[in-house]
């Protein structure tokens, strides 16, 4: 079972990136994912979720109409579409695996926003 998050990296304040979280080993479809962030000397927050099977979202304030999540079951696979970055938004960025049987974490991923 694992979560192996991409697509973070440095860029500037307004500018864009895409994560991906590519799952392997178990039944992906099955799974609500969401997307996490830690900034240093904070705790982990949630940022989105995107339900299964229906697919419905649910964003954190502080990204909303700024970010986007999104799933590809064929894929196996959830990104996070993140325009208008901000400073604010420097974090690790994890992506998590959950249903009622339990969860699980990818390694994260860095995002840094700064001029």
């Known amino acids: 079972v694992q979560l192996v998050e991409s697509g973070g990296g440095l860029v500037q304040p307004g500018g864009s990136l895409r994560l991906s979280c590519a799952a392997h080993?178990?039944?992906?479809?099955?799974?609500?994912m969401s997307w996490y962030r830690q900034a240093p000397g904070k705790e982990r927050e949630l940022v989105a979720v995107?339900?299964?099977?229906?697919?419905?979202?649910n964003y954190a304030d502080s990204v909303k109409g700024r970010f986007t999540i999104s799933r590809d079951n064929a894929k196996n696979t959830v990104y996070l579409q993140m325009n208008s970055l901000k400073p604010e938004d420097t974090a690790v960025y994890y992506c998590?695996?959950?249903?009622?049987?339990?969860?699980?974490w990818g390694q994260g991923t860095q995002v840094t926003v700064s001029s």
């Open positions: 080993g178990f039944t992906f479809s099955s799974y609500d």
């Open positions: 995107i339900t299964n099977p229906g697919g419905s979202t």
């Open positions: 998590k695996a959950a249903r009622f049987t339990g969860s699980f």
